[in-house]
């Protein structure tokens, strides 16, 4: 059974069940099935023939109405996040080729595309959903646009069958999920780890509970992870690193399930952690948005047992349907315990890029399979589980959003008209990861710099601080030297 | 410390965390008032405010903050009298 044909299933077994909460308002899987079907039937009458459709994301039942309208239509849908650089924005919508939004309201104009109100109703009683007949294999349920190194976001579709095999390699992972359980959403839905998030909960009959839009973040999930007894929890490590100072004052017995992605996990504070989830299973797991979600797992046990390399914990094991390999610069597998670059093939993997010229940089062909580099340094150990050692370039993650440093570098030359600045990520006072902008030269006055910047690339790329420093050191290729240079700001 | 005091050095705390130098708050100002004042930047915020007045704010207290007013009133009840 696939994914679609559970949350049909899901739809007729829970139809009194709350699906979703949503800023503290309940909808039951009744409430979220006529809506879909309203969705759907919008969209078969004004865009049968679109396959890629725009969905402006927002924290209401709507948007996620509007993914399993797209889904049940076999259609693909672009999140488009509505406080993002209309550049950016416009940039998607022309390499997407998205003619139609949805939208709750229809309060913004975006490049050439038509918005489609989505508006909900408790009348509304039409549930004829209808689950099209489609090429699981070769049509893209979603594509996510991530951080491009040369200032253009880059496309990655994934097809239903990539996802199917993600629900299907997460069933294998044998967590018992049912439908009294309570699921965390705290993700944009511009980043993948929000599809775990609403989808596998939709496929059980449990409920998802979402993070507000407004006010701060870690505060928010907490306030949601202690009211409403969350089970099961996916987050970026950076809300362990926020919430450790409060730690002792933390306890969530409810906790079945406290999973953490996007960012490398570090064993000292995930042993805390352990303490504040005294039921819980906690897992590292790991993916890039080329594989699915994610596709490697790790379960930690205790503090005694756990696999970590200078003090990050493991990314450990290939999930079902998946292959990883470690290789050197001329792609060719290494033996374990060897360090080089981790790439993965399987069932989850994309199809490529939607520009093809950055499909062939970043996939290669090896005794007949396909695999995707991730850019990750790793290295297998005697266990088989893999090491996580760095990045081959300049990607970084910051509360889990993926950064190329190359991009904001790109457009931070073209608005100064210097080649002379780098964007490093630091550690900011508190522990936590920022970007920190520096120029070469005297002091000046940044604001209208990044003001500018900020019409070009979302807020999580905005420099949090800036330095400058009078001549850039040069490592022997007489390049500028990165790493003198983080030492230099210290 | 009067409440204008703490304001006043809330003020230079926040303003230098966002480097904003004209910056300037009110009991009644928020973080939405307040542009780069976001997700990214509070907690920083929130750990420089407890080192600079060594205190210490519960999780809970943090949670209750709806604007700088709020903080001040926290920090004057933590006060060593």
């Keep these: 059974m696939n994914f679609l044909n559970k949350i049909t299933s899901v739809f007729n077994t829970y139809a009194e069940r ?19 079907a309203s969705i759907q039937t919008t969209i078969n009458s004004r865009c049968p023939g679109e396959q890629n459709i725009g969905i402006v994301i927002k924290d209401d039942i709507e948007t996620y109405a509007s993914i ?76 996510l646009f991530t951080s491009g190194s040369t200032g253009v976001p880059k496309g990655v579709p994934i097809t239903y069958h990539n996802l199917d095999s993600f629900v299907t390699a997460f069933s294998a992972l044998a967590y018992e999920i049912d439908c009294n359980d309570r699921f965390l959403q705290m993700f944009e839905l511009t980043f993948d780890l929000s599809v775990m998030s609403y989808l596998i909960p939709l496929c059980h009959g449990a409920c998802v509970y979402t993070i507000p839009d407004s006010g701060m973040k870690f505060t928010n999930i907490y306030n949601v992870l202690s009211t409403h007894k969350i089970t099961f929890a996916l987050m970026v490590p950076s809300v362990l690193a926020n919430l450790r100072p409060y730690f002792e004052e933390i306890d969530l017995p409810d906790m079945r399930y406290s999973l953490f992605c996007g960012e490398a996990l570090y064993k000292d504070v995930v ?3 352990l303490r504040c989830v005294p039921n819980a299973v906690v897992e590292n797991v790991y993916g890039p948005t080329e594989a699915t979600i994610f596709c490697l797992t790790y379960k930690i046990e205790d503090a005694a047992t756990i696999i970590e390399y200078n003090g990050i914990v493991t990314i450990g094991t290939p999930m079902q349907g998946m292959e990883a390999i470690v290789v050197d610069d001329a792609h060719q597998e290494l033996p374990d315990g060897e360090k080089g670059e981790l790439c993965l093939y399987g069932n989850q993997l ?44 300049h990607q970084v993650k910051i509360q889990g959003f993926r950064i190329e440093l190359s991009e904001i570098e790109f457009h931070l030359r073209a608005i100064t008209g210097s080649s002379n600045v780098v964007a490093l990520a630091v550690n900011a006072p508190n522990g936590m990861m920022q970007i920190t902008a520096v120029f070469e030269g005297e002091e000046s006055d940044t604001e209208p710099t990044l003001e500018a910047l900020k019409t070009k690339v979302p807020p999580y790329m905005i420099p949090a601080a800036v330095h400058f420093v009078a001549t850039f050191p040069l490592n022997t290729s007489g390049k500028t030297d990165r790493k003198a240079l983080q030492k230099m700001i210290a | 410390m009067e409440d204008q005091e703490i304001l006043s050095q809330l003020n230079t705390i926040i303003g230098g965390v966002l480097r904003k130098k004209d910056l300037v708050l009110t ?35 943090i949670m209750n903050f709806k604007n700088v007013g709020d903080t001040v009133t926290c920090i004057k009840g933590k006060e060593v009298k």
């Design chain 1, 68 to 143: 399993l309208a797209i889904f049940f239509s076999g259609k693909t849908y672009i999140p488009i996040h509505p406080t993002y650089p209309p550049e950016r924005t416009d940039q998607i919508i022309e390499q997407a080729g998205i003619k139609f939004l949805l939208s709750k309201t229809d309060d913004t104009s975006y490049l050439g595309a038509t918005l489609i109100a989505t508006g909900y109703s408790s009348d509304q009683k039409n549930s004829d959903i209808a689950l099209a007949s489609f090429p699981f294999e070769k049509t893209n349920a979603y594509i």
């Design chain 1, 350 to 393: 994309t199809p490529g890029y939607l520009n093809a010229e950055k499909t062939k940089d970043a996939f290669f062909e090896l005794n007949g399979k396909r695999y995707y580099r991730t850019g990750d340094i790793t290295f297998r150990n005697e266990d088989g589980n893999f090491i996580y050692c760095g990045r081959v370039d």
């Design chain 1, 271 to 273: 042993v805390e952690w």
């Design chain 1, 18 to 36: 709350n699906a979703f909460c949503i800023q503290n308002k309940f909808y039951s899987y009744t409430d979220l099935l006529a809506l879909t």
């Design chain 2, 27 to 61: 009991p009644e100002t928020t973080a939405k008032d307040v542009p780069g004042w976001d997700s990214l930047t509070h907690m920083i915020i929130i750990d420089s405010i407890e080192k600079h007045f060594k205190v210490r704010f519960k999780l809970n207290e």
